[in-house]
């Protein structure tokens, strides 16, 4: 068998989810944008904090339970001043928290978009016959590994199909099952195109 090319793909999310919310203000149902802000109230020992979401149509707002009547001295101080001063990146962490977000809220619209930085690791640059493809995803995603491997390698999925069905393609830790789940952080998928006739330009799309 022909060598691996070894690639990473680096996963950055793109649209945050935003929760349904039977909005008072507008007498029905309507997404909530998260405004990258907290909310902290500091009672005494215990501590609350909340990310601080708006209606899309008329800025009222929902807050979505971060912390709920923590004990001060559970908390890491700088877990504490990045709430307090809505540290970004913080804010970002739980508004792709969508496990978390779905626990609140009934209904949570996703949003599919992400940006794929693509590097090279190493293996069979010249003529390679096969990709390794190494995902890193430092937030969730809610796009599905077929979607992203079919966008981002410029092929249809049911060609990755039936790559699959001619086990020219395999995923682990979790086997081919993951390719119908969320991509993951740390998955490798394996795929096997030295029959594929325009091999070429699907590394080149894959980054290679
Ligand atoms: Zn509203």
Known sequence: ??????????????????????????????????????????????????????????????????????????????????????DPGLARRHAFDVIALRSQVRRVEEFPDVAVCKDVLGGIQENAGALELHLKAGVLTSL????????????SR??????????????????IKALRKSAREGAVIRINLAAEPDRKDIISAAGG
């Open 1 to 86: 068998m022909s060598g691996y090319l070894r690639i990473r793909w680096t996963i950055t999310p793109g649209t945050a989810p935003r929760p349904l919310i039977n909005c008072n203000r507008c007498g029905t149902v309507k997404p909530y944008r998260c405004s990258g802000k907290f909310r902290v109230n500091a009672n005494g020992k215990r501590i609350d904090a909340w990310l601080i979401y708006r209606c899309v149509d008329c800025d009222n707002s929902w807050n979505f339970g971060i912390l709920e009547r923590c004990s001060r001295r559970d908390i890491e101080p700088a877990r504490l001043a990045a709430l307090e001063s809505n």
């Open 144 to 155: 599905r590994l077929d979607r992203l491997l079919a966008c981002e390698l410029g092929i």
């Open 158 to 175: 049911s060609r990755l199909q039936a790559l699959e069905d001619k086990q020219r393609l395999a995923v682990h830790p979790d086997g």
